[in-house]
């Protein structure tokens, strides 16, 4: 499947919101509670405006939505996100969206690394984010839940 990225735009909103409440995601997540609607609307809208963040979303050739990476500059350090449409999951997309997006950031940030937090329990996403050249840096626990912080470095 060829999968393209464009950065996202209100017209995403409801998209991401989608995405975000979807049980897969939410029981991944680290604050593993449904998202409020008026709360997605503040956060999203300020999102797609901060010049410290990247949202990417996905698609395929036919231009349908199939995922998102989102990439923030912290005070102190990068960190990604990633969710894939249910209908998506599954299919190996998630290592090409994560290069893809990494190289974007890379480019656009001038950044150093990118930090990504995951569930122990998380098996994909730890495979993922590892067949896409992040390591693991360090085990820790967040929100009662062991964790693994991987890093992928600027080459």
Known sequence: MQIHHRKANLSDLDLYFEWTNDPATRSNSFNTQEVDYQEHINWFSRKIED?????????????????????EQKTDENIIGISIDKNFRGLGLAVPMLTSACEVFFTEFQ??????????????????????????INELIISNEASYLLEKKYV
């Open 51 to 71: 010049k410290k963040a990247l949202l990417l979303v996905f698609e395929n050739e036919e231009n349908i939505p199939i995922g998102q990476i989102r990439i």
């Open 111 to 136: 950044a150093k690394n990118i930090h990504a937090y995951i569930k122990k329990t998380n098996l994909a996403s730890l495979n993922s984010f590892k067949k896409a050249g992040f390591e693991i």
